[in-house]
């Protein structure tokens, strides 16, 4: 179909993406905290659903390495874009079940390539997380779609307009 048609009924879009809140060491508490937001757009009428979740971390393993420092923003980021995939990932098997075999895709706010694989044991471990949700959602027939944006970017506004300019196929 055309970037100006409407998906065929029954396709589902599930798109998700979180933010988090760094450790403060001058706070009188000492946490981070990640939340993920999902929507479910089903392409049959219903109107869309909204889903969350939320990963509060305290206890001293959560929030110091072995060596004693607290932990970083990269870490802190590695686990945000693992969550963001798994709860993609929950809300995807979630429709498959429902559904059956209706089209889904799925949508992330960053990249589908694992940009930390350079990083320590916690880049390399969360790889393998990561790649277990992107093979979960391959044997589901689900879409992954990634995109990543910089703060007034636009290049999703951009692509949209391009397909716009294509010549109409018929």
Known sequence: YRADD????????????????????????????????????????????????????????????????LISSETIGIERAIFEIEFLTELADQERAAKGDTRIATLLDSPLLWSYTDRDDVGHQGLERYLHCLTALRT???????????????????????????????
């Open 140 to 170: 589901m027939l689900a879409i992954p779609v990634g995109d990543i944006d910089r703060p007034g970017g636009h290049p999703v506004i951009d692509l949209v307009a391009v397909l716009h300019a294509l010549p109409d196929e018929g």
């Open 6 to 69: 409407s998906p065929p009924n029954g396709t589902v879009l599930i798109a998700v993406d979180g933010s988090q809140v760094y450790p403060d060491r001058h706070a009188a508490v000492l946490y981070w905290l990640l939340q993920v937001g999902g929507v479910v757009f089903r392409y049959q009428g219903e109107a869309p659903t909204v889903h969350s979740r939320e990963l509060l971390r305290y206890e001293d393993a959560d929030l110091f390495t072995n060596t004693g420092l």
